[in-house]
């Protein structure tokens, strides 16, 4: 029944229902704490999930406390060098580059890497997903040359394990795009801006968020660089997907007047 619950919660959580994903994982952790010995790896699991959930909600600081909790464990049952711990140390390090603690998450989002090279092997996605942690942590705290490297590698390995049409290859060109953009590499910046619109295109429905989200990067491309008519262009595009999909009062399509307006 708690495995039941945990995966009820998994669910709710992907779908972004987090009001019922945190009653199901609190009623699989209730149970597994009266079935199991408390330092079991199900309950570490546990509190990690319920971690997930806190953090997506906003409530970073017991988001943290539930993280802590299942890192304790999994480091006493499993181990220092087991994935999960490295999950766990990737999941502290978002926590902490959301309350802006820089140094604190780089140091968690290290771990991790080093964590999931060593059990992993250097091509998994796993590692992908943390050299991208740290790519992004990097160009946040300013080190943008640095976080372009990173990105880079993430964009190594799920380019060879997905393919080039896959999502995340996506994702990955418009973060590469966004901070050559800060750096004042507009070219380069739109054609990685470019190439994530293609692959969205071809992946996703017309009306889909994150083809507005690619119009207004390249907008804000194009006004960067004093290219008014053709940001305009891109701005216009983007809002008319976000006032279709989101609807009038939602902050993205408040983002896009506001970028028309200037």
Known sequence: VADNYNNLGVTCYFKREYDEALRYHEKSLGIRLKMLEPEHPDIAQSY????????????????????????????????????????SYRNLGELYDTRGEDARALDYFEKALAISVEALGPKHPEVAQNYECLGMAHDRDGAHEKAISYL?????????????????????????GSIHQTLGDYPKALQYHGKTLAIFRERLSPQHPDIAMCYNDIGATHHSNSEFNKAIEFFWKSLAIRLETLGPDHPEVAQSYNNLGA
């Open 48 to 87: 990690g999930n319920l971690g997930l959930v806190h953090g997506s909600m906003g409530d970073n600081n017991k988001a943290i406390e539930y993280h802590r909790k299942s890192l304790a464990i999994q480091m006493k049952m499993l181990g220092p060098r087991h994935p999960a711990v490295a999950s």
């Open 152 to 176: 880079g590698e993430s964009l190594k390995i799920i380019l060879k394990t997905f393919g080039p049409e896959h999502l995340r290859v996506a994702r990955c060109y418009n973060k590469i």
